[in-house]
């Protein structure tokens, strides 16, 4: 826990030390002090910065993706949602919660990010998302954090590596004792305290996208808690419908956990005012990805094919019934699901086919990929094809497509 006093809040808020002091006498939800010095009261810089920004509307929207199942393109989709999110000039934050690291392979490039992970004398921790959460772990201190530009730099868009050592991290986080049990709640904060430390340095994000691995592990625990929404990508699969399906089920008891562990944490922090805000994750939507489509002849749209079709019927059939309804039902304290969702996915994404290595190699999403040349040797022209650019195209517009209505309902 970092402590500032009143002089370093008016400093962060841009007004007098008189002004903060009337604050504090104003408003009843302003940050209680944690400590009492020599000097005067000791507060949690992290309960500070969240008070700034939600008085001035600042505070980013955080949204995991997220599917316990692997291959569903959850790093694909991230990576290219913020792309389209950056070309509407909203800023963006990645971070790379997932111990395999492909989103930070995929947007920072593998030789660039292989340099973030090595320690030395100046980086002990290296330049990723260990730095900011062992120092927390070992000595209860917040660490160094870094931001990385993503290597085909378009602006908007700022990087948080992953590391490999998240598995221990994984290992260190223990839901008995710090969730449940109340004494480790800013343990499983831990994006969410990241995102408050840039905050406090005045870096603005309007989006705040999570990637995570395939999983109900302790690191999903975390974003979830620290997210405001949650967008599901699935696959035209058999077990992607049954794995919706576990969502349904699990989500709720992840709340009622937090919940639990909330109420006991409050009896000794009630004016923590950053925990009551936490640990309400809602229901944004699904993606459809990775399925075949075709065009009948004199036809003006295209159609599933007839496998992934059958296949896109039981994932919806499953976020509808298991859960939509499942989330509805059994989550209580705060309204999980909210009013503008449907059972429609927001977006459709076909199988990219040879683009989908293309574009990790290159380091270069979707949106931009078409200005680049092929990298297999096959590809003797060094030129896509004219259907594979108009699959590039239309697939661009689905990325758009879901970024606008992130724009419009995630709030």
Known sequence: MELIGVSEIATLAGVSAAAISNWRSRHANFPKPVAEMQSGPAFDKIQIVDWLNRRNNNLPITISLFNNKGGVGKTTTIWNLSVSLAAKNKKVLLIDFD??????????????????????????????????????????????????????????????????????????????????????LYRFLTPARLVNKLLAGNTVYDYVLIDLPPSFNSLVRAALYSSDYFIVPCTADLFSAYCVGLIGDMLPLFIRDWEQGKERYLQSNEFDNFIKTKGMPRFGGWVFNGFDTKKKQNAKVRTKLGADQAQFGEVKKSIEERLITNMKKNISSYQAVPNFIDVDPIAEIEDLNVMAPDSIVQNVPIKYLKEKKPTRENYSSGKWASNQIELMNRMDQEYDKMADYIIANAT
């Open 99 to 184: 111990p395999q690291c492909n989103l930070s392979i995929a947007a920072l490039g593998a030789e660039n990010f292989s340099t973030y992970l090595e320690s030395s004398s100046e980086y002990p921790f290296g330049q990723t998302i260990k730095s900011f959460a062992l120092p927390y772990v070992q000595q209860s201190r917040e660490g160094e954090l870094y931001t990385k530009k993503p290597k085909e730099d378009r602006g908007n868009i700022d990087v948080v590596p992953g590391d490999f050592w998240l598995n221990s991290f994984s290992d260190i986080l223990n839901v008995g004792t710090d969730v449940i049990g109340g004494s480790g």
